[in-house]
């Protein structure tokens, strides 16, 4: 499976927010190019937004952090530091995201001009008027759910 949006003009934006587990586990597995926003640094490798991060780029995929947090921190997991999700590229196949629900909304302008195929909210985090605006700018949309986790499922391994 692609990481394509899946609606068409004739369609409603609701078709990018995606629910059905099969379909989350196949964008967890084939992505390659992930952005972390709310990345942590290795001083906190105990916290999910590192080491979600650490195990998919030990799993082989791209990271790009993004961290809001450590205003002089220039590399983490070994990669330059980018401040927005937009200087990550337009190649981003998920952007990973660790920010309270209350500022999701803070980062959906820069999020949809970076036009990542998907935006994954982890577990516990779900803001809808985020949701719909970037499944109306026709990107997949998944919330409250762990990117490792899915992706481990995806392999069928144990967590």
Not at 10 to 29: E, G, H, L, Q, T
Not at 64 to 85: A, C, N, Q, S, W
Request: charged share 25%; proline share 6%.
């Amino acid at each position: 499976m692609s990481l394509k949006p899946i609606h068409t003009p004739k369609m409603s934006w609701r078709s990018n927010i995606i629910s059905d587990p099969s379909v989350i586990r196949n964008i967890a597995k084939n992505a390659k190019k992930i952005a972390v926003l709310g990345i942590k640094t290795e001083k906190q490798a105990n916290q999910p937004a590192f080491f979600v991060a650490k195990t998919l780029q030990d799993a082989g995929k791209e990271i790009v952090p993004v961290p809001t947090l450590y205003p002089d921190v220039t590399e983490i997991l070994g990669k330059k530091v980018v401040r927005t999700v937009k200087e990550a590229g337009n190649d981003i196949d998920v952007v990973d995201v660790f920010r309270k629900p209350s500022d999701v909304l803070t980062h959906v302008d820069d999020i949809i001009s970076a036009k990542p195929k998907c935006v994954w909210l982890q577990s516990g985090i779900t803001c809808p008027e985020a949701e719909e605006a970037f499944a109306k700018a026709n990107i997949l949309v998944v919330a409250d759910k762990c990117l490792k986790v899915e992706f481990l499922e995806s392999q069928n391994a144990k967590l």
